[in-house]
């Protein structure tokens, strides 16, 4: 009786997870900047409806437009990190890899960047000479150059120094498509390494929490781990996403929901560095959500996983690479966890989410 | 990760849960209370029902503070939030508590100055960083964080930091637990007691619960294999007939408490004659106020608040489930009009609550999980 009475629940749930959803918050706060499920829904029910076009819905780290045979790969982001600098790069570096690597997660060959600062009134510039030079480095490692750019200066108090908005356009792989859709049951999920990383970073070196520890941003491009990956996985390769704010916990919920099919994770299998777990026990939160800044998630064909494992593991910034869980027919559009401990817990989308700006 | 690893064996798990099993009767219906929020958190984080034999049933105890906090008292924070000469520091798993009308974080985007802090001592220091501002800090919690409260006024007292004041919501375990256990709808057999307050009142207070009401009590700890061995603990004592109060935390509880902790508590604060609590109704002694000597620093006198009641939305079912009596997904708006994202009740937004547990970890249907690989 009472399992009926749990199962009804469950499946209205599901229901309600199926509709579109509606923004109704008559304000933004933060949560609604939080990579969550109130990001989600000021995407997917103010913006997506009002903008509705092919090349957006799928909301993927890049839109694919089609030009002639070719496909161009364009992608935007915006960067309102505080601190400016942090142990393990710049709001400069991550600006620049940011952009990269959401071309590069989705197959695409960056083509050229363009770079948007706002400057607040009273920046030195030393300050804004560093963060150009390390966004110059930046480009340089990821073989792109910056090619167009604007630049806009606001009064004191009007902004945290710099913002940076940065754009990329590459051109498409055709030997690859990508997307969740060609996911199936049995295909395995990588992970290029330790998560929530520069989430932790940022959380430390704004000193807020009066917590010491040596935890430094992976900020880094992903070109490299794409084509070891590309190379070794070929076809097998399904899908690829750059989990960085809201974290892997959010980017296998949209995995779940856009394939289907059910997430499993094993939580031994997690990478986490010992210090961010550490931090991140003393402060309630879970590294699932933390964000990445030089990582990987991608779903590959059984048979070539462990050859892809390897490639990762042989690539500079992806020695930590493991096997993180499998794709299933059920539990259908969910993500479940078998906790090291035994057990199994469900991982939603994070609600809300109290912790600060970090990208 | 040292010290924790250790506390999630899965070895160590497995040969607990069939010691657990071994003294089940597979003909009995053991209900058993985790009183604390926290201990709830772990229960569904690690999954730990999945070890226990059917038979067992954990029901979510009052131990969670932003759940029983009423409606009236969040409106009267936000109050104080919403003037303009003051900077409002609280945790951060009050910011989302619904009021009537909003909670914190919407209060935030309209222009209030709201600060999420991890310590009072926090709401100090930004105290000492803005003379001309006032910090007024909004204190919840059991005995857990009701010390490090006290701390702070007394620090605040000692520099002459006139700037800061405290809106006091803290409250005592014993008499909700007395209040359930009086409560003629609830059949409980054994209780798990609350680890972090214990590490300030100690054991003895739970005495009460095997001598007037022959119910069991282990203090545990918060690792799932704390919450395992503290379930074999009690089961033992119902196999064997035995009915006391057992320490499993003892790496931190101490039988008497912390006694410089409980000197500072009662310096600092004096017992309210009677305390609203959600879902629960008033009870008597039940929470703290800020004493005569401290009164200088006490937020309901300095801004006045006129002790408003608010009903709860009648949808909601909050106090059943804080009871014991109905299972978070037997409320009749969960997961439809209350969600994480759209909380009715204040058992949605807390992690510690069961309602969020069990709508972020613990929903799933069992028999579609597969094994293992």
Redesign the interface.
Known sequence: M?DQ???R??D??EQ?RRRQPKFT???????HGAGG??TH?LIEGLLLPALDNPALAPLSDAALLPFGDAQFALTTDSFVVRPLVFPGGSIGELAVNGTVNDLAVSGATPLGLSVALIIEEGLETEVLTYQVETMASAANQAAVSIVTGDTKVVERDKGDGLYIITTGVGVGDPEVSLSAASVRPGDKILCSGTLGDHGAAILIARG??ELEAEVRSDTQPLTSLVKALKDSAGPGLRFMRDPTRGGVGTVLNELARDSGFGV?L?EEKLPVQ?VV??AC?I??IDPLYVANEGKLLAVVAPETADSALEALRNSKGGEEASIIGEV?E??AR?V?M?????????I?ML??D?LPRIC | ??Y??EF???EI??AV?AEIAALTDPHRHYKIMEVCGGHTHTI????????LPDQIELVHGPGCPVCVLPMGRVDEGIEIAERPEVIFTCF??M??VPGSKGNL??V???GADIR?V?SPL?ALRIARDNPDREVVFYAIGFETTAPSTALTLQRAKKEGIENISVFCNHVTIVPPVRALLDSPDLRLDAFIGPGHVSTVIGCRPYEFMPKDYGKPCVVAGFE??DLLQSILMLMRQLDEGRCEVENQYGRVVLWEGNLQALKSMAEVFELRPYFEWRGLGFIAQSALKISPAYAAFDAELRYSTPGVRVADPKACQCGEVLKGVL?P??CRV???AC???HPLGALMVS?EGACAAY???????FQ???A?E
């Open positions: 009472s009475r749990e199962q629940v469950l209205a749930l309600a918050a008559p304000r933004i706060d933060m949560s499920k109130a829904k807020d929490l499993a094993w010992d777990h550490g026990e402060l309630g299933r059920e539990p969910m479940l078998h906790t090291q401990f035994g057990g199994t817990r469900m939603d609600v809300g109290p | 990760m040292k924790v690893d999630r064996n899965a798990a497995r849960a569904y984080r690690h999954g730990i029902k999945d070890l951060g798993d910011m989302r974080l919407e935030k985007a309209q999420m991890y926090d799932p294999l299972k997904h037997e969960f997961g439809t969600t994480p994202d992690s709508y972020n970890f613990g929903r799933k249907s579609k999980v597969g293992r």
